[in-house]
T-cell receptor
Framework: DSGVTQTPKHLITATGQRVTLRCSPRSGDLSVYWYQQSLDQGLQFLIQYYNGEERAKGNILERFSAQQFPDLHSELNLSSLELGDSALYFC??????????????FGPGTRLTVL | KNEVEQSPQNLTAQEGEFITINCSYSVGISALHWLQQHPGGGIVSLFMLSSGKKKHGRLIATINIQEKHSSLHITASHPRDSAVYICAVSPGSQGNLIFGKGTKLSVKP
């Protein structure tokens, strides 16, 4: 158990819908990362937050947004869902936001299926 | 060309064999990570290294910064080692990771 929690574990929805994925980082970790794992693209970085502030953006679509709340949990919002958004979404956390000796701890993931 | 390349893509071994998975990268990095993903999907960090060599039980990870290459070795492989092994790098001073496509390892009893 990494100490990172993600809910829900599974999510099945229809095209055009909007969903929210939730992540709680390990106690003491200030940085949260969101990653998407799809069959064709593999693991890709979406976005990073540190202590409530956006720190880095990767291949995140405009239909997707995220935020980190004062209690440090984070939510990833996916809207106008398409079939291609079906994937495993991982959240990871770390103490710092720079890469120097910055081990990341991964949550169990949320499997999103868009029908 | 991907920034992080792994080989082989798939690997089948007999229990007890010595296994090597290779990773090459083309960007400047501050650290390289080896991750393990089991069939259930969960990802576990095995190693994070920026130079030299690290050992944890039967697992050994090495990195050559000049050649931009890392290897993950598994000694005395066991069926429970069957998983996907993913190489990832922390580019420059950023905190996010860039991932390789993974190596699917199957160890037969």
């Amino acid at each position: 158990d990494s100490g990172v929690t993600q809910t829900p574990k599974h999510l099945i929805t229809a095209t055009g819908q909007r969903v929210t994925l939730r992540c709680s980082p390990r106690s003491g970790d200030l940085s949260v990362y969101w990653y998407q794992q799809s069959l064709d693209q593999g693991l890709q970085f979406l976005i990073q937050y540190y202590n409530g502030e956006e720190r880095a953006k990767g291949n995140i679509l405009e239909r997707f947004s995220a935020q980190q709340f004062p209690d440090l949990h984070s939510e990833l919002n996916l809207s106008s869902l398409e079939l291609g958004d079906s994937a495993l979404y991982f959240c990871a956390s770390s103490v710092e936001w720079t890469s120097a000796y910055n081990e990341q701890f991964f949550g169990p993931g949320t499997r999103l299926t868009v029908l | 060309k991907n920034e992080v390349e792994q080989s082989p893509q798939n690997l089948t071994a007999q229990e007890g064999e010595f296994i090597t998975i290779n990773c090459s990268y083309s960007v400047g990095i501050s650290a390289l990570h080896w991750l393990q993903q089991h069939p259930g999907g969960g990802i576990v960090s095995l190693f994070m290294l920026s130079s030299g060599k690290k050992k944890h039980g039967r697992l050994i990870a090495t990195i050559n910064i000049q050649e931009k290459h890392s290897s993950l070795h598994i000694t005395a492989s066991h069926p429970r080692d069957s998983a996907v092994y993913i190489c990832a790098v922390s580019p420059g001073s950023q905190g996010n990771l860039i991932f390789g496509k993974g190596t699917k390892l199957s160890v037969k009893p």
